[in-house]
């Protein structure tokens, strides 16, 4: 027969086979707690958008990442700050505080821009972010948690 081995003949019964297929690992290695730095901190707002960036090289927006955005309060030092980590590959594209300046403009109905000093690269950079999100209402909601943080701090 094509595709057989040499030892089995043509009469054998092919349901006879019994294949022992063991693990390649014996063990799983103990989970690692993964720390984020915000585990002080409260969520405020967490919904899912699209994040763009304005390119001023080529006066165009860039996608900066999709994923869950989130506004968070620390209560021990009074701040209040946007962070957003893209789906799958959790890498943080957007990491910045909200002071008293940061006005939202729309930019429709479900996005909304800002400038931002935003250190999700490392080191801080003024960026003009905007952020789409699913619906109005969700985008109205974070208007309003964004106005409240701005006069809050």
């Not at 720390?35 to 390119?55: A, P, Q, V």
């Not at 999100?133 to 964004?146: C, G, H, L, M, Y």
Request: proline residues 5%.
């Amino acid at each position: 027969m094509l595709f057989t081995g040499a030892s089995q003949s043509p009469d054998a019964d092919p349901e006879a086979f019994n294949p022992d297929y063991k693990p390649v690992v014996a063990e799983l290695p103990p989970l690692i707690e993964m720390k984020t730095g915000e585990e002080e901190e409260e969520i405020l707002f967490k919904e899912r958008c699209k994040m763009f960036r304005f390119d001023n090289s080529i006066s165009n927006w860039k996608e900066r990442g999709l994923g869950e955005l989130k506004i968070l309060f620390h209560k021990g030092m009074n701040l209040h700050r946007v962070v957003m980590r893209r789906e799958q590959v959790f890498k943080v594209c957007a990491n910045h505080l909200i002071t008293k300046d940061m006005n939202l403009l729309p930019n429709s109905d479900k996005s909304w821009m800002y400038v931002a000093n935003n250190k999700s690269d490392g080191e801080a950079e003024v960026e003009k972010l905007s952020v789409k999100f699913k619906t109005p209402q969700i985008a109205n909601q974070f208007k309003e948690i964004w106005d409240t943080c701005r006069h809050g701090s």
